[in-house]
């Protein structure tokens, strides 16, 4: 928890069989309207405020990191981290979303 956010950690001990990149899917619902803006998903409604999901990272054992993607699709939100870092990461491994609340400026202009 700090002041940007709440950090939702998935960690592996192992690497899932497999090839391509590591994705963690689960299902959002909710009622505020997502859109991608470049910096991952933001979850609001004007005046009223709401929530972003972005900073996808994955962190090694050993302090190695790497960017990841986010992406929903059908409800589905999808987080994932290169094949190419996750085949050579010192274990466990980290991926490391940041959620983070959106507030609105109510004070008067």
Known sequence: LGEDGVEQSFVFDRVPPGQ???VVR???ECELPG???GRGLRFDLA???GFRIGNV???AAD???ADGAMRLVDGL???SLPDAFVRDAALPLTLDPLIGGIVV???PA
Request: hydrophobic share 45%; no cysteine.
């Open 63 to 65: 302090g190695a990191r």
């Open 105 to 107: 400026d109510s004070a």
């Open 47 to 49: 005046g009223v405020g």
């Open 35 to 37: 859109i991608a803006d």
């Open 77 to 79: 939100l999808e987080l």
């Open 57 to 59: 990272v994955g962190i």
């Open 20 to 22: 391509g990149d590591l």
């Open 26 to 28: 689960g299902r959002l």
